[in-house]
T-cell receptor, first 112, second 116 residues
Framework: AQSVTQLGSHVSVSEGALVLLRCNYSSSVPPYLFWYVQYPNQGLQLLLKYTTGATLVKGINGFEAEFKKSETSFHLTKPSAHMSDAAEYFCAVLGSQGNLIFGKGTKLSVKP | DTAVSQTPKYLVTQMGNDKSIKCEQNLGHDTMYWYKQDSKKFLKIMFSYNNKELIINETVPNRFSPKSPDKAHLNLHINSLELGDSAVYFC???????????????FGEGSWLTVV
């Protein structure tokens, strides 16, 4: 069975600082991995996804993630945080039936 | 032009009532889903339909019944609402069924259900 663990339920950074949100996965098959963002009172928006090929995946809003098979990780990064990045971030793995299996989410706060 | 739209966005209702949440996608996708987000923001699959056929039916009380009149619509009907049903319900769709080719799932804006 597949699963995802997000380390840190809450991450706080200063505006302009590096954003690093951690995600580790467990999968018996090559995983398809996703990061979604949820702004307050809104739906889930796809940031980026990894299927096969290049392990460094670039997404929207300056975010990127690197798939590391040896570490079973798919951490999300952004070089410089903006106030508008404050949101809840979800890492997910695609299950065998085609549904997403989510981590518990990480709330990102950005301080001025 | 909203790709996955669900109505209503906010719903406050009393215990014991029956309510429905409607979902429509205009992406031409074959597969639709309902996810539930609880008060701790945890997201979990409830149901999945492919071309009107039920594919995934997680351990959900049978008070919850999905209905798919056609592949562009997947409605969620909830009978005898309980306080614990208060949550955000997300409709979603994807081009195909299954995990092939890194199937991408697109979400609606959510329906905030509060049972009082």
């Amino acid at each position: 069975a597949q699963s995802v663990t997000q380390l840190g339920s809450h991450v706080s950074v200063s505006e302009g600082a590096l954003v690093l949100l951690r995600c580790n996965y467990s999968s018996s098959v090559p995983p398809y991995l996703f990061w979604y963002v949820q702004y307050p009172n809104q739906g889930l928006q796809l940031l980026l996804k990894y299927t096969t090929g290049a392990t460094l995946v670039k997404g929207i809003n300056g975010f990127e993630a690197e798939f590391k098979k040896s570490e079973t990780s798919f951490h999300l990064t952004k070089p410089s945080a903006h106030m508008s990045d404050a949101a809840e971030y979800f890492c997910a793995v695609l299950g065998s039936q085609g549904n997403l299996i989510f981590g518990k989410g990480t709330k990102l706060s950005v301080k001025p | 032009d909203t790709a996955v739209s669900q109505t209503p966005k906010y719903l406050v209702t009393q215990m014991g009532n029956d309510k429905s949440i409607k979902c429509e996608q205009n992406l031409g996708h074959d597969t639709m889903y309902w996810y539930k987000q609880d008060s701790k923001k945890f997201l979990k699959i409830m149901f999945s339909y492919n071309n009107k056929e039920l594919i995934i039916n997680e351990t959900v009380p049978n008070r919850f019944s999905p209905k798919s009149p056609d592949k562009a619509h997947l409605n969620l009907h909830i009978n005898s609402l309980e306080l614990g049903d208060s949550a955000v319900y997300f409709c979603a769709s994807s081009p195909v069924r299954g995990a092939g080719s890194g199937n991408t799932i697109y979400f609606g804006e959510g329906s905030w259900l509060t049972v009082v």
